[in-house]
C-alpha cells in the first residue's frame, strides 16, 4: 500500500487508487474538475518520493522540471512515498468579477480582471476557482489587449459554480485563476490560408476568440465560423458575429440549429451537413473545433476524410465533469462550463 503526505498528514492510497482520489476519499477538499489529466486544476508538487511519468502528462517541461503532477493521474508504485510540498497556489493569479451577463436564457458572459500578470492566447481555458477550492474549467472568449478576460459559462440545473456565478456572485467578488492550459488558439503564419471554426453550444467561445485573433493579426484567408445549437434560443453572439461578418469579408458566420423555421437567417439541420455545403474541398485549410465531445469527434473524422491534414485539425473536446467534493458539475471544462 503506498501513502502520500499532504499538509503534514499521511494518507494511505488503496491498490491502483490515484493521488486525487485517495485524498477525496479520507475528507481531503483538494481543487479538481475534470479527474481526466486536462483541466490541470488538481496540480501538485512533489517534495520527496518518486512521480509516476504518466502524471506529468501534458505539462509544461518547466513544471516537470519543479517536480509539479497532476494528482488525478498519479498512481504511486506500491509501497511508494510521495510527499508533497503543497498544491498550485503559487501557479494561481488571484481576480476580481468585473460583470456578469446573461447571452442567452442558458449563456452566462463572466468577465473578469486578474490582479497580477496572466499571459494567455485567445482560444486557451483556464481554471477558475472560488474561495471554498471549487474549480471548473472555462475557455477564454477574450484577447489579451482587452484586459479583462471574458468566459462563456453554461447554465446547468444544479451546477455548483453557474449557479453561483448566475445567482449568488457580484461584480468586486475574489476568485483565483490557473493557467492557462490547451493548443486552439490561432497562430500567424500562412495568412491566406482558409480557417474552418465549428462547436456548439458554448463552444463558441474559443471559437469566437480565437476568429477576432486571427482578423486582428491580419488574417487574409476565408475564416469560415459554424455555431450550432438545437433550436433558435440556444444561439447567443448572433448580432455580434453578422456585425463582424459585415466588417470583414473574409469572414463568414453560419448559425444553424436542428429545430427551427426557415427564412430567419438560420440554417435548419445538422452541422456537418452544413459544413459539408459550404467548405465541400477543404484541403489544405486549418481547422479548430470545439465543444460536445461526439460532435468534435464526428466533425474531425469527417474533416480528415475530406482532406484536411491531421495536424490541421485542432480540437477542444468539452469533457463531461467530475463529481465529488470540489468537483461536481464541472467539465475539463465542464458542462457546467464552457469547458
Not at 214 to 229: D, K, M, R, S, V
Request: charged share 25%; hydrophobic share 40%; net charge neutral.
Amino acid at each position: 500500500m503506498s501513502r502520500v503526505r499532504y499538509e503534514a498528514q499521511w494518507y494511505s492510497l488503496e491498490p491502483e487508487e490515484s493521488v486525487l482520489d485517495g485524498l477525496l476519499r479520507q475528507g481531503v477538499p483538494v481543487p479538481h474538475s475534470c479527474k481526466a489529466g486536462v483541466c490541470q486544476s488538481c496540480l501538485m508538487r512533489a517534495a520527496a518520493g518518486a512521480v509516476p511519468e504518466k502524471a506529468q502528462a501534458g505539462l509544461k517541461e518547466t513544471l516537470k522540471a519543479r517536480n509539479y503532477f497532476l494528482a488525478c493521474s498519479c498512481w504511486p508504485e506500491p509501497g511508494a512515498e510521495l510527499e508533497v510540498a503543497g498544491g498550485g497556489d503559487e501557479l494561481r493569479v488571484p481576480a476580481r468579477l468585473e460583470s456578469l451577463e446573461r447571452l442567452s436564457g442558458g449563456v452566462l458572459r463572466v468577465r473578469l480582471r486578474p490582479q497580477a500578470a496572466f499571459e494567455y492566447r485567445a482560444g486557451q481555458y483556464l481554471t477558475l476557482l472560488r474561495a471554498d477550492g471549487l474549480a471548473r474549467s472555462y475557455s477564454v472568449a477574450s484577447l489579451p489587449r482587452e484586459g479583462a478576460l471574458e468566459l462563456h459559462v453554461r447554465l446547468l440545473p444544479g451546477g455548483a459554480m453557474s449557479g453561483w456565478l448566475s445567482t449568488e456572485a457580484r461584480p468586486g467578488d475574489e476568485v483565483r485563476i490557473q493557467g492557462p492550459a490547451g493548443d486552439c488558439f490561432y497562430l500567424p503564419g500562412r495568412p491566406e490560408q482558409p480557417l474552418l471554426l465549428a462547436g456548439a453550444g458554448t463552444g463558441l467561445s474559443p471559437l469566437y476568440g480565437i476568429a477576432r485573433d486571427a482578423l486582428e493579426q491580419g488574417h487574409t484567408g476565408p475564416i469560415w465560423l459554424f455555431h450550432g445549437a438545437r433550436e433558435p434560443r440556444g444561439l447567443y453572439l448572433v448580432e455580434e458575429l453578422r456585425a463582424l461578418a459585415e466588417r470583414h469579408g473574409n469572414f463568414h458566420y453560419r448559425p444553424s440549429v436542428l429545430e427551427g423555421r426557415l427564412g430567419e437567417g438560420v440554417h435548419v439541420g445538422s452541422l456537418d451537413a452544413l459544413i459539408r455545403d459550404e467548405c465541400p474541398k477543404p484541403v489544405g485549410w486549418r481547422a479548430f473545433l470545439c465543444g460536445n465531445p461526439e460532435l468534435v469527434l464526428s466533425l474531425r473524422k469527417k474533416l480528415f476524410l475530406a482532406g484536411l491534414s491531421m495536424k490541421d485539425i485542432h480540437a477542444d473536446a468539452f469533457l463531461p465533469s467530475a463529481s465529488g467534493p470540489g468537483g461536481a458539475g464541472a467539465t475539463p471544462r465542464a458542462p457546467d462550463a464552457s469547458r
